[in-house]
Structures are given as C-alpha cells and as structure tokens.
C-alpha cells in the first residue's frame, strides 16, 4: 500500500538513559549517529563493567530504566548542554542538581539517586558518560520513529488512553494508516532533508506499562499488543544515512 507521506508532529531526545525527555523544534541529523545528546549519559545500577576508554554497548538492565524502575517517571530533569548542569525536580520543586562534566556534579546526582531509588539498587548509582557514545536499547546508532496511528490502535487494544511518550521515541509522526510503518523496513525514508534506513521494528518492553506523568505501573501494552496482533512491536529503528535537518511540520517520503 502506499501511504501519504508523514508529518513530524514532535521531536525528542533523552539527556539520560531513562530520565525524562527534552522537546526540540528541530535537529540536524548526522550519517551513523544518534540525535545529538540522546541517551548520552546513564546511571549504573551497580558495577556494569563499563569503560569509557572504550565503549561498548551493554544491556538496558545495566542501568537504572523505567521497565524496572518506573519512580524515575516521577522525576522532571533538565540538561543545559552549554555547561553540563543537570537539574532534578520533583513535583515541580527542585531537589538536586550537579555539573555532569565535574567528578563533585556528578556526586550529588549520585546521592540523590542513591536515596530516590534505594531499595532497587544493586550497588551505588554511577554516571557514566562517554564522548560519542550513545546508551541506546540496541548496539546501533539509530533514531526512533513513532507513528501515532498505530498508538491510536493501541488505546483500543488496551481500552484507555495512551501517552504516546510511553514509547520514548526521537520523531512523533502522523498521517500513516496504523502498522503503515511496519512495510518500511528496509526502505530509506527522507526525513526533512537528511535520508534514514529503517532497519527494523521496535519490540516494546514493560516500559511502556509506566504512566510517564505519574510514574505508576497502569497498563500492560506488550501483553495487549500480543493478544490483539501477535506480536509486541511498535515503532521504528532507522540509521541516518544522509545528513540533513528535521524539523516539525516536516514530511516523511518514503524513498525520496
């Protein structure tokens, strides 16, 4: 079937593996890589093994993550790049903040996530920062794509509203029929004016069971996803291939 092309309707990234994500009107999009700043930094849950002199990829479960740790949905963060400070709130109400380029920043983040997660720890919560690197769910540098089409289908699977931040996703789009994104897999899409290859679905974990305003535990999406369809994906991964700019409002063409 060939579908009208998308529309951007929103745009994010994710400062810290699991924190709370930062809206842009627009991001220059580089061949091989990541939006800029996304999942950049992670915070330990215990030794992990981790070295920043050479980094690797490691499994979500290493890291403090909202498929375990869904009190983190409760947390309201802010990262100013120009200087590294990471700014904590709760309830509106700061409560912690730390410069993450700085051994003393990144202690005070550290204890107050010892304290805010204690109890889920398997060891002492540690930032961990690598230039380049990316903490993403899969080895390769990729974008996230959501179609709010299929997030509709899923409010009926489920019965009830669905955020579509549950899916933590860099490109929100709309005007694709429902699962539409599912026949793109192996196709390149241009995306404003950079190229992207979609690579392969995203199969959604418990993650998206957490409320990401209220942090509490109130659906099973996976669970619905695999009774209603088979299967538990929604979503897409795609490697940038060609540079260029996405912003909102901008379309989606499959294949240029």
């Not at 009208?4 to 593996?17: D, G, L, W």
């Not at 540690?126 to 390769?140: E, K, N």
């Not at 955020?163 to 933590?168: I, M, V």
């Not at 996703?169 to 897999?185: I, K, T």
Request: hydrophobic residues 45%.
């Amino acid at each position: 079937m060939i579908a009208s092309p998308a529309t951007i309707t929103a745009i994010y990234r994710y400062p810290v593996k699991g924190l709370t994500p930062e809206p842009l009107s627009g991001v220059d999009l580089l061949a091989g890589q990541t939006l800029a700043g996304d999942r950049s930094y992670a915070i330990e849950n215990g030794p992990s093994g981790f070295d920043a002199a050479m980094p690797a990829y490691l499994p979500k479960s290493q890291f403090l993550m909202l498929m375990r740790n869904e009190r983190l949905a409760r947390l309201a963060v802010r990262f100013h790049d120009d200087s590294g400070l990471l700014v904590v709130a709760v309830g509106g109400r700061e409560v912690a903040r730390g410069d993450l380029n700085s051994a003393e920043g990144r202690a005070a983040i550290e204890r107050f996530m010892a304290d805010f997660c204690a109890g889920e720890l398997r060891g002492a919560p540690r930032i961990l920062h690598a230039p380049g690197h990316s903490f993403s769910d899969v080895a390769r540098k990729v974008v996230s794509i959501i179609n709010l089409a299929s997030v509709a289908e899923i409010e009926t699977a489920v019965g009830a509203g669905v955020n579509p931040l549950r899916f933590r996703a860099n490109f929100y789009v709309g005007g694709w029929p429902a699962w539409h994104e599912f026949d793109l897999v192996g196709r390149d899409i241009v995306v404003g004016t950079a190229r992207l290859r979609i690579v392969k679905r995203i199969q959604r974990c418990a993650a998206t069971n957490v409320d990401p305003d209220t942090g509490i535990r109130d659906l099973a999406i996976p669970a619905a996803l695999q009774r209603r369809y088979g299967h538990s994906d929604c979503g897409l991964y795609g490697e940038v291939v060609d540079n260029g700019r996405a912003s909102i409002g901008d379309t989606l063409v499959v294949g240029g």
